[in-house]
């Protein structure tokens, strides 16, 4: 799947991409519990996404770092598309071969 194929509020996104670049982590009180949250930029090599990044995604994703996103989720800020591993999806870091390198779950944010 490429990422200029993807539409707002569409699920079961599964995608390999390159972290570009990471803002600074900031926190956020969701749900009574405080949240790590940034967002990337990550790219295909054809198209640019925003990427947000929960909690320990946050500190295990870096910038050149390649991403698979599986059964991810496209939602709109400000008019802007961003993709997100969600409740259900997860966020793995692959090696140069294409080799799973942590294979963490995201915990529920």
């Known amino acids: 799947m490429k990422l200029s194929e993807l539409k707002s509020k569409q699920g079961n996104v599964n995608v390999e991409v390159t972290v570009k670049s990471i803002e600074e982590p900031k926190i956020i009180n969701k749900y009574g519990k405080e949240i790590k949250l940034a967002n ?7 198209s640019e996404i925003k990427l947000t990044l929960w909690n320990q995604d946050v500190d295990k994703v870096k910038v050149g770092s ?7 989720y496209v939602n709109e800020f400000q008019g802007e598309k961003q993709l997100t ?19 963490e779950t995201v915990e529920d944010y």
């Open 66 to 72: 390649i991403v698979r996103i599986t059964n991810g």
């Open 40 to 46: 990337a930029v990550v790219t295909d090599g054809e």
């Open 85 to 103: 591993s969600g409740k259900f999806g997860k966020i793995e870091i692959v090696d140069g071969e294409g080799e799973v390198s942590e294979s």
